[in-house]
């Protein structure tokens, strides 16, 4: 990896940030997040600015660029990378420790008396805003909005924002219609008494229309945003994805449908001036419901007395809750992806010791699996396939320069996932293909105790998530030790592999509660440096429990596993679980080998097959 | 209970409202919350001055009185006693329930275009006003500052502020000087970048002079306010408390000292003027640390540029972390309580089938037995002491009205504590003198398995403790069971009973981190309306533990428990313990014998060592 050459961009920008044809008055700094204008965790390529103009394109960071500086604050994980793909006119933040300036802070320090500092009012979301205005504003220095893009205008080569075709989901996939949910929507909007919704986040405009598209990799969004009224739906959206006659009949374009259910159909960067616009119109008491996490150039278009602002919209909680179509689907979904990787297990076993198979050819051969399934559309995120010391890298993603070959003497970690048009998939195992020491089973052990402490956990209705952490912790602890990572998150249904409201995690407070249908991931783990990674990571559903007392009828919930690929037996150190957590385990596979080994017999996955049964033979504790 | 008769004294109060004598322009609505001008939790006489307007004496409530309206506003655990204690003259509000409006939503709906809303800035927390002052500007009324309380205005036999005499603790007690205090407040001080910093919670005062009072029931502490400067310290006190030669003494009011530890004693209701002049005074950048909770009155004398506000003061995290001297006293403390607690248990067992004992008798001889130990002071809260129904309301406290007879046939819960000079202690056990059924037994045994999660937990420097919280309630959720209330709190040394900033709780997240040195309860219960109520709490110490691994040195923490009471083996069905649970229990009682046994021995008390040799007798499982 060698650095970005950035000396000349960096000219070019600071040109800009003093150019009337772009800002009313000079900029002294220019800020330049990671985000979209949806404020999405996967970006387009066009989105992908501060990688343009430092180099670095790790997932998270932010660049901030004054006349004589260029500073960049990442976390832990993009240290190293940071420090490698970027050139010397750059200096690194590092999050996290202690003597790292904040972003405001640092600019305090830097900048000469009274500056303003540039951002693009599309891009920050407002509450981030806020706190860096207010920041700014009590040190004399002033944060202005700079309505065009600093970095597009330097960009030549910028790719052209996507607009590929969508795809049309019906009842059998949704379960609920379009009209159906803009009906449930209004009445929340009722019941909250705001006139007006808007939609900002792209995978609450696909859940809500029952549309996917594939504009961001790894992610079936589109680039859209939708208001919603009363009376009226305006759905913004460019090019001609509106002339296909698909999504013409499925959104009943031509139809005479009742006024209210009647969708205007608004160029995409129309959605300034229409917000705009219902701003202008409102009458006292009249509100527009819009989260906490929307763009500031959004949010500002809405007067400030008429703002009603969420950190969890409507929809968000709507869509984490899965009706029966969705969970059959992601059911579905999961017999087809644990098929694959019963394919793929079965190969590597084959393959592993004649010392040829890598980390990328692994991920490869896993996709190739995936793609043969029935409704596959794309991975679901980047595959982290990773052995030995690659494994303890948490976000570890192979490529040529760190590419290991796949031996008898390592572990094995796969972290991977694949999007079906019937639902989404995400899962961890971790495999050793020759003979694993008795420190590793130890930790794959309590690893294991952990993930099955929180699929088998009972708690009542309405607890949220991150007080189920710690069970997943438990048997680390114990041992004196711990993984930096939440234990999982929201998961959607043919949606983003990662979404809220709910998770568990640690780090998170202000979770909804968990209700049955909901689906999120169980992923403890364990990463010694230099050496190896563990994670056992399974998709759980959210399910009524029956108990002894219910809780006085508030009701029991536990998980159901919706993964069902064979936890490797040989990691597992037998002496070290209880009876119920041996149960636990050959239940899980005794359930595997009925419903995965139906379906590889169904399709003719002998070999496959042979393999699932021979990894899903019981354990047995000593007495 | 009859209900307080407060028509004359509302038209009272409607009166002074609008009389230009008190307030510049009349206010349409007047607050009266339930604390005091510290935000104590337990608040004296002279302070009640809620209960004295409605009548309604629980320890949360906030009174609203209109020229039409008095609303009243209380949580779950006193909606019945509120209804009692309160005329129809009041509308109840029942926080918690959905139809339930916020105190400024009723406010908007009730009040005139334009109103005034008045409250007593001393009486508001800072962070309060803001979000009241809020709600009420966006709907065009205004929170305004009354400055002479109204309530006192038309009390016309209101107590006097206490101003009893003070203790002084040596250093056996403290193990550190107030002289090494201040230099390390001052060192926090300068970390932080601020010259100044104002004490304004009781048990802060008391804590860094090393002086205890008894203003407050159950509180040793006293009417005071501090400003410590980076060469000055001001005690605002009243009273010729300070003409006391023992605490001239302690305090060296009398010697020459450097000038950085002159303590200059200045009248009580001097704080604001004295505050507003070191707010004048300030130069730019120099700033003021308070509380985020200190009153409206004392955070706006202060201008905003110059606050620096924390929701936990420098104080109120040293005076967690007990140092040597502390926490021997503690145990000491609790050494004399279990003493005090086996003669109360041996007397009861004797008792209770006589028929004569009630709920209120058995309190006073818990009180009575405390009460000849050495260095006993006063209770450390209200002694709850239950049977059978009440034991299921977790806030009681016996009256004559509901008084009941403790007999063969009922579980008793008794929660109570008391104030030595060498520590505070808090302890629950619940027993049954006669045979308990096996759905008691059954409940009691997962209350247990709750309690061993916890202090038996291992986890790692630096975990909150709500992260703990789980451990408590996993085995009664197996079944279906659960109780509405936190796990823990944490505990002064010779101080409050609940003190900040950790604690055991679903509730909070902003707690600090554990670490060795604090000392917090473990109470996990068990309530079933109309039956009984169980809770089985100890006071623990956190510890360094050992674990094989350690955490890579970031270190391992645990809980060592300093209440050394047996817990009855009765109420226990063994076969619902694991054999690590049942060990516990065992090596806990064994511990009990050892050091309570020799304390009784040593003190003579040998009917009751022979009721603790009794009562622990080793477990056994069947296998």
Redesign the interface.
């Given at each position: 990896m060698s650095p970005k050459i950035t000396t000349e961009l960096l000219k070019q920008l600071r040109q800009v940030m003093k150019s009337p044809k772009y800002v009313q008055e000079p900029v002294q700094a220019y800020i330049v997040p990671s985000g979209d204008a949806h404020q999405s965790e996967y970006i387009a390529p066009c989105d992908c600015r501060r990688a343009f103009i430092s180099g670095f394109d790790g997932s998270a960071g932010t660049a901030i660029v004054t006349e004589q500086h260029a500073a960049m604050w990442t976390d832990g994980r993009y240290f190293l990378q940071a420090a490698h793909q970027m050139d010397n006119n750059w200096t690194l933040m590092k999050m996290g420790l202690k003597d790292t300036p904040t972003q405001e802070d640092w600019l305090v320090s830097v900048l000469p008396e009274g500056s303003k500092v540039g951002v693009d009012p599309f891009i920050i979301p407002a509450d981030q805003w806020k706190r860096m205005s207010k920041a700014l504003r009590?040190a004399g220095h002033d944060l202005v909005p700079v309505k065009e893009n600093l970095i597009d205008t330097i960009w030549t080569d910028c790719p052209h924002r996507p607009c590929k075709p969508l795809i049309t989901l019906d009842l059998s996939y949704t379960g609920v219609s379009w009209r159906d949910k803009i009906v449930a929507l209004r009445a929340k909007m009722a019941e909250r008494k705001v006139l007006w919704f808007v939609v900002t986040a792209l995978d609450e405009v696909a859940w809500l229309f029952n549309l996917r598209g594939s504009d961001v990799e790894y992610n079936p969004v589109f680039f859209a945003y939708a208001v919603i009224g009363m009376n009226t739906i305006r759905l913004f959206i460019d090019g001609d994805r509106m002339m296909d006659p698909a999504v013409r009949e499925h959104l009943q374009l031509n139809s005479t449908l009742e006024p209210e259910f009647k969708i205007q159909v608004m160029p995409y960067e129309s959605i300034l001036s229409e917000l705009q616009a219902v701003g202008a119109s409102l009458s006292p008491k009249e509100k527009v419901w819009l989260s906490d996490k929307a763009s500031y150039a959004l949010t500002e278009a809405i007067p400030k007395?008429y703002r009603y602002l969420t950190p969890y919209t409507p929809i968000c909680i709507a869509k984490a809750v899965k009706n029966a179509s969705e969970t059959e689907g992601m059911r579905r979904a999961h017999i087809k992806d644990a098929v694959a990787l019963c394919e793929l297990f079965n190969w590597l076993e084959k393959e592993v010791p004649k010392g040829t198979v890598t980390e990328i050819i692994a991920a490869d051969k896993a996709e190739e699996f995936r793609s043969q399934q029935k409704d596959f559309v794309e991975l679901s995120f980047a595959t982290i396939s990773s052995t030995g010391p690659n494994g303890a890298i948490i976000h570890y993603k192979p490529v040529p320069e760190t590419n290991r070959t796949l031996s008898v003497n390592e572990i094995y970690l796969l972290d991977s996932g694949a999007q079906y048009k019937d639902g989404t998939t995400d899962v961890t195992r971790t495999m050793h293909f020759g003979t694993p020491s008795a420190y590793e089973k130890e930790c794959f052990t309590y690893v294991l105790k952990g993930h099955i402490a929180v699929s088998a956990?009972?708690?009542?209705n309405g607890t949220?998530g991150h007080?189920?952490?710690?069970?997943a912790?438990?048997a680390l602890?114990?041992?004196?030790?711990?993984y930096l990572h939440g234990t999982g998150h929201g998961v959607g249904s043919f949606l983003n592999v990662h979404e809220g409201p709910c998770g568990i995690s640690?780090k998170t407070?202000a979770d909804e509660p968990l209700e049955a249908g909901m689906i999120v991931s169980d992923e403890p783990g364990y990463y010694e440096d230099g050496s190896f990674g563990i994670r056992i990571e399974n998709v759980v559903l959210v399910i009524p429990a029956e108990?002894?007392?219910?809780?006085k009828n508030?009701g029991?919930l536990t998980f159901e596993p919706l993964t069902l690929v064979p936890i490797q037996t040989k990691m597992i150190d037998v002496n070290l679980l209880t009876q119920k957590e041996c149960n636990w385990v050959n239940d899980y596979h005794r359930k595997c080998r009925e419903v995965i080994g139906a379906e590889l017999e169904r399709q003719g996955r002998h070999e496959a097959l042979q393999w699932l049964i021979r990894e899903t033979e019981p354990l047995t504790r000593a007495q």
């Open positions: 009590s007395a956990a009972i708690f009542p949220k007080l189920l952490d710690s069970f912790r438990s602890w114990d041992c004196g030790l711990d640690y407070f108990t002894k007392y219910n809780f508030r029991s």
